[in-house]
């Protein structure tokens, strides 16, 4: 009878023996599965959206650092860029400035002699438009129409006076005639239409974008230097009042340019 137990009990731990060597590595072959399919395979997937991250991560970070770097060179050289900046601000303004551009052209063309018969300008502004402008980085117009009366000699010494001048004007149309007239006999009356730009900005600041602005930049510097051989008007309140008060100025609300006259 012991000898017949012993033989069970050998056999139960052979089988329980052949069941744990069976077993378990079927079941370390499951963990083994599910941790592959649940774990291991989705982070192998996510290795190249992973590396694209990690690149452009680096590469902000390489941006960010090359931004700050410029950043502090314009600090550095704070006034020079105040006053660079200045410049091309009153070449390409951020505003229409009607009274100043017409009380500029009023001093041009009598620094030259000629005699103004009639001077208006045209202009469409509105919030609206300014926000298209500023979003598509759009350059808007004063459209500015000048009568007068001159010799040659006056007419071609007042265009090179304002193609000299700062702000930024272009002639549009010109026309000119003999004067019939028996006391202005000889003179040349003209019309001119000029339109000045002015580029609309608003501010948007964002914090990756890039700050390419070199004040060291042979271009650059060419630029300003170009800039500050051109004659800067700053006419004062009581000049632009007093232009203003003339009865030859008139405004126009429309926003097709005014045609000349002959």
Partial sequence: MSNDKKDI?????????????????????????????????PSYKEIPTLKDDLQRKESLSTQLETKLKNLKRLVDFKSAVDE????????????????????QIDIIARENGLTLNKLSYSITESDEKNKEAAMSQKVLNVTVVLSALGSHDQIINFFKTLESAARIVQIKTFRYEQSQDPETLG?????????????YVQSNAVTDDPVDLDINDKEFIGT????KKF???KPTLEEINKFLSKP??????????????T
């Fill in 224 to 227: 300003v230097n170009k800039v």
């Fill in 187 to 199: 003179a040349l009356g003209f019309s001119v239409v000029i339109t000045s730009p002015y580029l």
């Fill in 231 to 233: 004659k800067f008007y």
């Fill in 9 to 41: 009990k050998s056999d139960l731990n052979a089988l329980k023996n052949a069941l744990v060597n069976f077993v378990v590595p079927i079941i370390s072959l499951g963990i083994t599965v599910i941790l592959f399919v649940s774990v291991i395979y």
């Fill in 248 to 261: 030859g100025v008139e405004e126009s609300t429309e926003s097709e340019e005014t045609p000349p006259t």
């Fill in 84 to 103: 660079d900046e200045k410049l091309i601000s009153d070449t390409l303004v951020s505003e229409p400035q009607v009274p100043q551009l017409l009380t």
